[in-house]
Nanobody, 121 residues
Framework: QVQLVESGGGLVQPGGSLRLSCAAS????????MAWYRQAPGKQRELVAL???????NYADSVKGRFTISRDNAKNTVYLQMNSLKPEDTAVYYC???????????????WGQGTQVTVSS
């Protein structure tokens, strides 16, 4: 069974930085696109950044120039480096990955459990 586990959230002051990690585990054959989403209270979940299997990236306009997504394929892990954080970045951040499991599993989209990021003084 494939699982995604996030870590690295917490409380940070405006202007500060955090680095989120998300590790995929289980029977995995191929990991395609990996992404970070976030959901603030009372708002819909939104895409923050994504990275394809060949390393191409895309960012929401609100985080361009401040956030960087990267991946380590040897570790089945995706990262989100968040700099110059603002109060409006406060949300639960979710990891997402499109995975072809090993064995007879079917390709599908998997989600992590979420990690809270709070930006406040």
């Amino acid at each position: 069974q494939v699982q995604l586990v996030e870590s690295g959230g917490g409380l940070v002051q405006p202007g500060g930085s955090l680095r989120l990690s998300c590790a995929a585990s289980g029977s995995i054959f191929i990991i395609y696109t990996m992404a970070w989403y976030r959901q603030a209270p009372g708002k819909q979940r939104e895409l923050v950044a994504l990275i394809t299997g060949d390393g191409s990236t895309n960012y929401a306009d609100s985080v361009k120039g401040r956030f960087t997504i990267s991946r380590d394929n040897a570790k089945n892990t995706v990262y989100l480096q968040m700099n110059s954080l603002k109060p409006e970045d406060t949300a639960v951040y979710y990891c997402n990955a499109n995975i072809l499991p090993g064995g007879e599993g079917r390709r599908g989209t998997y989600w992590g459990q979420g990690t809270q990021v709070t930006v406040s003084s």
